[in-house]
């Protein structure tokens, strides 16, 4: 076997056009909006979500229904990205196939115009977050505004391959950081979900936000050795701009990721200490402290939904987590 045919498959796909559909990428996200409206205004919040949840959803204020509804949004997107983008992906990324490589056996659809169509997917869902919700991190603004720009560069400079020699090599990576997103950051959405619909369920949440805290972290982890890894086998295709602009443009990412992981850390640690003052199964001492901790969680939830309106800022890669007060329901059932 000659030496050609060592390193991973994207190391050997060739220079060429990504998708027939990149010029038409305006119309794919003007048509990604207009089914992202439709199906908030007259399917979830019209009728769905009030029937699913009853009081729980109408009794939320305005903050907190946005956020509710936003992570129902942009947990249906990721899922359907998921089903749509697994098989091309992996193809082109992995396997034998390029980006011209028909889809499915389809003589008319390539594996280049799935891939385009779930970007522009994932950049919308983005950029619906960023005007939908009334309340949204820091964090978050970064991390979504650095994914629409990369995203929308990466697709943008396949149109001139004659000067941008790594367009298609980029848009690749590009897709495995959103194949990353999908994966990882698809069961945070649910988390919060769970949380609105079960705030006294201390045990479950705890699982919930557990799994979710580790979740995102290997995901994070998972995510900077395959990207480094492919980053690295590309080396002699890359631009000096990609070169420098890449590694750090993934700390930024990875930094957002990690603050997430952390979050859910705090989330499932509180409704640990909430689940033994409920069960008391501490004795005096541990009680007194846990006491404390749990005495400086109220008041720095207190402050937060001051300071916001009570609302709901949990949001992907790691946004800042604006807790209801839980302690006031400690009577509750638990699941």
């Known amino acids: 076997m000659s030496g050609t045919t060592k390193g991973p498959h994207v190391t ?3 220079l060429e056009p990504i998708s027939r559909l990149v010029p038409f990428s305006a119309l794919i996200m003007s048509i990604i909006f207009v089914n992202f409206f439709l199906i908030r205004f007259y399917l979830l919040e019209g009728f769905l979500l009030k029937r699913a949840y009853g009081k729980l959803y109408t009794q939320m204020n305005e ?7 936003n992570h129902h949004i942009a947990g249906a997107t990721k899922l359907s990205i998921l089903v749509l ?10 396997g034998t196939a390029t980006f011209n490589s028909s889809f ?10 799935i891939l385009v169509v779930v970007t522009q997917m994932l950049i919308s869902m983005y950029v619906f977050e960023l005007f939908y919700r009334p309340k949204i991190s820091p ?4 991390h979504h505004v650095g994914t629409i720009m990369i995203g929308q560069t ?13 367009a298609t090599i980029e848009f690749i990576l590009c897709t495995v950081w959103g194949a990353f997103d999908m994966v990882s950051e698809f069961l945070p959405h649910i988390a919060i979900i769970l949380y609105r619909v079960y705030p006294t369920s201390h045990r479950f949440l705890y699982k919930v936000f557990r799994l979710s805290c580790i979740t995102t972290l290997v995901g994070t982890l998972a995510e900077t050795i395959l990207t480094m890894y492919l980053f690295g086998s590309l ?18 990412f990875a930094s957002a990721q990690l603050w997430g992981s952390y979050n859910f850390y705090r989330m499932y640690k509180r409704q640990e200490r909430l689940l033994a003052e409920l069960e008391g199964g501490v004795d005096d001492t541990e009680a007194g402290s846990k006491a404390e901790d749990t005495k400086r969680d109220r008041e720095t939830v207190k402050s937060i939904e ?3 309106q009570s609302s709901d800022a949990m949001s992907h890669y790691g946004s800042d987590i604006e807790l209801p007060d839980q302690d006031r329901l400690r009577g509750s059932n638990k699941l």
């Open 12 to 14: 050997k796909v060739p």
């Open 104 to 113: 499915a056996g389809s003589k008319h659809v390539t594996q280049g115009d």
């Open 85 to 94: 983008a697994a098989y091309p992906f992996i193809d082109v990324a992995f």
């Open 139 to 142: 964090v978050s603004v970064v």
């Open 306 to 308: 001051e300071a916001h």
């Open 63 to 69: 903050t907190t229904r946005r956020g509710f509804v």
């Open 154 to 166: 990466a697709i943008a400079i396949s149109l001139n391959l004659v000067r941008e020699k790594d």
């Open 235 to 252: 080396w002699t295709r890359w631009t000096i701009a990609f070169k420098v602009t890449t590694p750090m443009l993934h700390v930024l």
